[in-house]
């Protein structure tokens, strides 16, 4: 469906979407994980809107805090931002696809070491299937730039649309 742009770890992510009876059903962000080559995020496509509100609202949270840091020399924070995220799905790949149902997102505002500040949710989360099975994931986003890039990419008509479109191009050659 499209990327968003992550300055924290230098890379664009995939954004990718699925689609049943004419709805958006899922949306899957891509993340950062320690051991896994891809890991996202998946959203319901009911809960997308819910999902991006959140996220403006770190976002909006972030910069303001990022301002007062900066304003008043903090050289060293770690504090949760109180906004509730919609439930999501964690998926991540290693020999297979695993997946983590159910985790609710904790942003928190980091002022790492380096003196970069960042919006982060980093849990270890392990496999539904097989509690044997986890992965620690890195959902961060660094300044005003990455929040924009994601926000861009969630436009649940726009993801639709797109899906639609594919899909009706795909039936005409049966």
């Known amino acids: 469906m499209g990327k968003y742009q992550n300055t924290y770890f230098g890379k664009e992510f995939e954004i990718e979407a699925a689609q049943k009876n004419d709805k958006l059903q899922s949306v899957y962000i891509g993340i950062e994980a320690k051991d896994a080559k891809y890991a996202f995020i998946s959203v319901d496509g009911k809960d997308l809107e819910l999902f991006k509100v959140a996220l403006e609202l770190v976002k909006a949270k972030y910069l303001d805090w990022m301002k007062v840091a900066k304003e008043n020399n903090v050289t060293e924070m770690d504090k949760?931002?109180?906004i509730k995220f919609p439930s999501v799905s964690v998926a991540w790949s290693g020999s297979k696809w695993w997946f983590s149902f159910g985790?609710?997102?904790k942003m928190r505002f980091l002022i790492l070491d380096s003196g970069k500040m960042i919006a982060v949710w980093?849990?270890?989360?392990t496999s539904s299937?097989?509690?044997y099975i986890d992965e620690q994931i890195y959902f961060a986003l660094e300044g005003e730039e990455d929040f924009d890039s994601l926000l861009s990419q969630l436009n649940y008509q726009a993801i639709l649309d797109q899906l639609l479109?594919?899909?009706n191009n795909e039936d005409l050659f049966q």
């Open 80 to 82: 949760e931002f109180d």
């Open 103 to 105: 985790q609710k997102i």
């Open 122 to 125: 980093a849990p270890k989360v």
């Open 129 to 131: 299937s097989n509690r």
């Open 165 to 167: 479109n594919k899909k």
